[in-house]
């Protein structure tokens, strides 16, 4: 959250990447719901935040969520 916090606020879109379990409690935490992101799952985020430094608990809902075996 505090490299989040830190993104210069022209960038519009911010791809993660890493392991569990941070990244899957890192999704829960920041869309309130929970989700176990397994091996090369992706899960995109959405906000209506203007401020990277706004983002907090529950500030970002799950757009989509991308498994291997769904493409």
């Given amino acids: 959250m505090e490299t989040i916090k830190t993104i ?9 990447i890493g392991h569990n379990p941070g990244l899957t409690s890192l999704v829960s ?10 091996t ?3 899960a995109i ?4 935040i203007d401020s990277w430094e706004n983002w907090i608990k ?11 075996k769904s493409i």
């Fill in 8 to 16: 210069d606020n022209k960038v519009d879109n911010l791809y993660l």
């Fill in 29 to 38: 935490y920041l869309t309130d719901d929970w989700m176990e992101l397994k």
């Fill in 40 to 42: 090369c799952c992706v």
């Fill in 45 to 48: 985020l959405e906000s209506e």
């Fill in 58 to 68: 529950g500030v970002a809902s799950i757009k989509e969520y991308i498994s291997p």
